[in-house]
C-alpha cells in the first residue's frame, strides 16, 4: 500500500520552554527549574505527527537566515519531511515560541518572526506540488491571507482540507467553504461562532460553524475527547484516553497529524477521530512536543 501523501502549509518556530514548580503572578519573579530549546511551530510539529505515523510529508513555511532556522529544518529532515519548499528569509528572525510548563499545562506566547513572510504567492507558485498530495492540512500561525489562498488551491484542486483554526480568529466565509475538516477547541469554537460552547451549548456552537462552510466539524474537549459533526449527522463523541502527562504543548498538533493521517487512509470519520484520540494522548507522554510524537510502532504498544 503507498504512504499518504500529506503537505503541511504552516508555522515552524523555535520553542524556548521553561519548567518551573508553578506559573509567576504578575509581578513576580520566579527561579526556574530547566530551559530547554525545542524544533516546533504549529506546521511542523503537525508535519512531524503525520511523518512518524508513516506519512509521505510536504512542509511548506518559512524560516530565518538565522541558527534556529538550519536547525529546525534540519529536524524536519531527520523526520523524512521533505523540505524543499521552506524558504529562507534573509535579514528576518526564524519564529519563536516561549513556552512556561508549570502544574501540568502550559503557558504559550509565540512571536512569528520569519513565518510572517509566508506570503499567499508562495502557495500559488507550488499549486503543482499541492495537486500530488493526498492531504492538505493548514493552520494559522501564518498570515490568515496565506492560509486562506491555501484552503482555495487545495479545493480547486479537489484535495481533502483539514484546518486547524489556532490562534483562534474569525474567519471569511471564502476561507471556511474551502474546508472539509476544520478542527477546533472549545474556545476557538466559541470564537469562530461567538456561541458559548461549554455544556450543553456544544453542539449548537458546532450546528453553526457547520453552516458557515465546513463540510465536517471536529472539535477537541480536552480529558473529555472530541466531538464530530457533519451535515445531516447525528453528534458523535469519542472519549479521551487517560495517560501520565508530562508536557501538553503540541497535543493538539499531535491530534491533527493524527486526524490527517487516518483520513488520508481512507478511515471512516468515527476511526479517523478515535486515532487521532490515541496519537495525542501518547504525545503528552514525553517533554517537547516534536519529541513527544508518537510513531506507529509506539500506538500497536499501547493498549
Known amino acids: 500500500m503507498n504512504k499518504p501523501r500529506i503537505v503541511v502549509i504552516g508555522s515552524l518556530n523555535m520553542d524556548i520552554v521553561v519548567e518551573t514548580s508553578r506559573f509567576p503572578r504578575v509581578g513576580e519573579t520566579l527561579t526556574g527549574e530547566h530551559v530547554h530549546f525545542i524544533p516546533g511551530g504549529k506546521g511542523a510539529n503537525q508535519a512531524v505527527a503525520a511523518a512518524r505515523l508513516g506519512a509521505q510529508t510536504t512542509m511548506i513555511g518559512s524560516v530565518g537566515d538565522d541558527m534556529f ?64 498530495q493526498d492531504v492538505v492540512l493548514v493552520q494559522l500561525e501564518i498570515p490568515l491571507e496565506t492560509a486562506t489562498a491555501a484552503c482555495e488551491i487545495a479545493k480547486k484542486l479537489g484535495k481533502m482540507v483539514i484546518l486547524n483554526p489556532a490562534p483562534a480568529r474569525k474567519l471569511s466565509a471564502s476561507l471556511l467553504n ?106 503528552v507522554m514525553k517533554l517537547g512536543a516534536q519529541a513527544g510524537m508518537p510513531t506507529k510502532q509506539d500506538l500497536e504498544a499501547f493498549s
Open 69 to 132: 532556522g538550519q536547525s529546525l529544518i534540519q529536524s524536519l529532515q531527520k523526520d523524512g519531511i521533505s523540505t524543499d519548499h521552506v524558504k529562507r528569509i534573509t535579514g528576518t528572525p526564524t519564529g519563536i515560541a516561549s513556552i512556561m510548563l508549570a502544574e501540568s499545562d502550559n503557558q504559550i506566547v509565540v512571536i512569528p518572526g520569519a513565518n510572517a513572510s509566508c506570503l499567499p504567492e508562495h502557495i500559488q507558485a507550488l499549486e503543482q506540488i499541492i495537486n500530488e
Open 178 to 283: 474551502s474546508v472539509d475538516y476544520i478542527t477546533p477547541n472549545r474556545l476557538e469554537l466559541a470564537t469562530l461562532t461567538g456561541i458559548d460552547a461549554s455544556g450543553d451549548n456544544l453542539q449548537t456552537a458546532m450546528e453553526a460553524l457547520l453552516g458557515m462552510g465546513p463540510r465536517c466539524v471536529v472539535t477537541t474537549l480536552g480529558e473529555e475527547g472530541s466531538a464530530f459533526l457533519r451535515k445531516d449527522d447525528t453528534l458523535g463523541k469519542v472519549p479521551a484516553y487517560r495517560v501520565a502527562v508530562v508536557d501538553t504543548t503540541g497535543a493538539g498538533d499531535a491530534y491533527n497529524g493524527g486526524l490527517a493521517y487516518s483520513l488520508a487512509l481512507g478511515s471512516g470519520l468515527t476511526e479517523a477521530v478515535a486515532f487521532a484520540c490515541k496519537v495525542s494522548a501518547l504525545s
